[in-house]
């Protein structure tokens, strides 16, 4: 179970071959759900990208991307188009921070503080540029 929600939580898993994300969602926090991703998300993973907008319906989502190993603009558009309602948790990957900032959009996401960071500082990693 991923590290942001309790065990009472209600988990639906979708997958490919090549990618997982886990959406969980918890009687205690109704209206926000978590969803955490992991692995490759690229053209081929519009099902789940579509099913899991489908779980989370119009709810803030709370994002665990720290597993995804490999993202394209399929992934991006997903993230973008429910952006508004968006928290980014844990770290971004380097490869997602690079596509962030190829694509000028690393200021239109919003990133729950690091608290391993002396300052909460949130956001992509230094080491993405």
Not at 24 to 35: A, K, L, M, N
Not at 70 to 94: C, G, K, N, Q, T
């Amino acid at each position: 179970m991923n590290r942001l929600t309790p065990r009472s939580a209600r988990t639906r898993v979708r997958t490919t071959r090549y990618c997982r994300a886990v959406v969980e969602s918890r009687p205690d926090r109704p209206g926000t759900v978590w969803v955490s991703f992991s692995g490759e998300f690229d053209m081929d993973s519009r099902p789940v990208l579509q099913a899991v907008s489908e779980d989370v319906g119009g709810a803030h989502v709370v994002a665990d991307v720290s597993g995804v190993a490999f993202a394209d603009s399929s992934f991006l558009h997903f993230l973008l188009d429910i952006r508004h309602r968006l928290v980014l948790a844990d770290e971004v990957p380097r490869q997602l921070a690079r596509l962030f900032l190829l694509t000028c959009t690393t200021t239109l996401f919003t990133y729950a503080p690091d608290p391993t960071h002396p300052d909460g500082r949130a956001g992509p990693s230094e080491g993405a540029r």
